[in-house]
């Protein structure tokens, strides 16, 4: 996980979903669906995450285990950018 | 216990035994009177066919998903009511099952159900959630001397009065968000439920499923230790749509057979030319297939999306395919059942003809219903709007 990614995702979270809980306060491990991300709220941070970095997630990463956390998050973005920057 | 694992074992054979000797006698009266259907329970029970799902280790028959799948067909064909409180059932223990992650109590628990055959209702809709079952508003609180507790109000717990024991979906504490949930599964001398109202309606009228407010009182041990979420994504909403969708079209295939029935009994009257239902027959026929090719596609899937890991039956695309089986049999088995009503004329309406087909409509009706059809098509819609392929 690079942790401009991470700062990245921090701040799609904080401006373009609504959490019940602070987002300055998660850690990057904690879950963010029992901080109160609803499988609605998911699929709008999955169409912001997809503008904000410019990328598409494959059907595959498309599950709860890869938004479940800020890092989960971040290492699939990663995965993706890695993609890119090889092909 | 002297009975040896083969005798055991539940056959589709003896099933459908059931289906024809017992639920098919007691159909009507069922329906008529809303009642449980008792009798082809009990047989289900003596057949063992309750632990059907359950590992053979465990003490149940093994059976896979496929092998419930032609189960709920096969007493969709007899009586709708049989068919839906034995697929209710199946889901729970499936969801079990498949989610028990060796917890000793569950284990036991589940050789309990073999040896006493008892039979699981579910409490996961709830009064305030809007009909979404990711979210509950009641949440497992412990007391003091460790034991938890919780009070739901459920809106529609099928045969919540005859089950043995309740699968109830619970937030995990006070505090956790709406969608945090557990599952429990409480045993009836654990639990009150007071009734909170009649059951009076159109079909599927043998399942009896008035509301209740449940109150039970229950050790932490029976919290099932995969969250709810994990549970519903990978078994409880795909096998829901998949058991309830191979009996909606057995009771599909039955109005058919009557309406077959009908016209071959009219062309045996005047033999020559086939009669003019006979084309409206063959009409019917492509209608049916539609619905059985989306359902059996539906199993098949799951079957392979589950056959190495579980990962495939987690994305937002695979969630999408089996809310569109859903979606769709529950559309389309009314239709074949409505189309079986014109091939057979006033002798289908009439209720107390052998090709009478009304209470087959009247259980198809229920289908767009139990889990609402517009709310899953609002799930759908925000799903379709990531997903990449469908």
């Not at chain 1, 699929?43 to 938004?67: H, Q």
């Not at chain 2, 009669?275 to 027959?281: G, H, S, Y």
């Not at chain 2, 098949?300 to 056959?307: K, L, N, P, Q, T």
Request: overall charge negative; hydrophobic content about 40%.
């Amino acid at each position: 996980m690079r942790a401009e990614t991470a700062e990245k995702v921090r701040t799609i979270l904080r401006e373009q979903v609504r959490l019940s809980s602070d987002v300055d306060k998660l850690g990057d491990q904690d879950d963010l669906f029992q901080a109160g991300l609803s499988s609605h709220a998911s699929v709008n941070l999955m169409l912001a995450l997809e503008g904000g970095f410019d990328i598409e997630f494959p059907d595959e990463m498309l599950k709860r285990s890869t938004f479940e956390s800020i890092a989960s998050i971040s290492d699939a973005v990663d995965t993706l950018l890695g993609d890119e920057v090889a092909a | 216990m002297s009975a040896t694992l083969a005798e055991k074992a539940v056959g589709l054979a003896e099933i459908r035994r059931i289906g024809e000797e017992i639920a098919a006698k007691h159909a009507d009266s069922v329906d008529r009177e809303a009642r449980f259907p008792t009798e082809s329970i009990d047989a289900l029970r003596e057949a063992r066919a309750l632990s059907a799902f359950v590992p053979t280790e465990l003490g149940g028959s093994g059976a896979s998903v496929a092998d419930i799948s032609a189960m709920c067909l096969e007493l969709g064909r007899h009586c709708g009511a049989t068919a839906m409180v034995f697929a209710m059932h199946q889901i729970q223990v499936a969801s079990m099952v498949r989610h028990l992650e060796n917890a000793p109590w569950y284990e036991g628990y589940l050789r309990e159900l073999a040896d006493k055959q008892r039979l699981i209702a579910s409490a996961t809709s709830e009064v305030g959630t809007g009909g979404d079952m990711g979210k509950s508003v009641a949440a497992v609180v412990r007391e003091e001397d460790g034991s938890c507790s919780f009070e739901k109000q459920g809106p529609t717990v099928s045969y919540g009065a005859h089950a043995d024991d309740l699968f109830v979906t619970l937030r995990r504490s006070p505090e956790a968000e709406p969608g945090d949930q557990v599952i429990v599964l409480v045993r009836k001398e654990q639990a009150t439920l007071e009734q909170t109202g009649t059951w009076d309606p159109l079909g599927m009228r043998g399942t009896c499923s008035p509301g209740y407010t449940i109150r039970a009182t229950f050790p932490a041990e029976q919290v099932l230790p995969t969250p709810f979420s994990r549970v519903a994504t990978e078994s409880m909403v795909p096998l829901s749509h998949i058991f309830w969708s191979q009996l909606w079209l057995g009771i599909a295939t039955d109005a058919f057979d009557r309406a077959r029935n009908f016209v071959r009994a009219q062309a045996k009257q005047r033999p020559g030319d086939p009669p003019p239902t006979a084309v409206r027959l063959s009409h019917l026929m492509s209608e049916l297939s539609l619905l059985r090719a989306e359902v059996m596609s539906a199993l098949h899937d799951f079957v392979e999306a589950d056959a190495a890991s579980r990962e495939p039956l987690a994305t937002l695309a695979t969630q999408l395919r089996f809310n569109n089986l859903k979606i769709a049999a529950s559309e389309q088995a009314p239709r074949v059942c409505q189309g079986a009503m014109s091939v057979c004329g006033i002798v289908g309406y009439k209720n107390d003809t052998p090709f009478s087909v009304g209470r087959h409509l009247r259980d198809t009706m229920s289908a767009c219903l139990m889990v609402a059809n517009e709310r899953i098509h609002q799930t759908n819609a925000s799903l379709l709007l990531v997903a990449k392929e469908v």
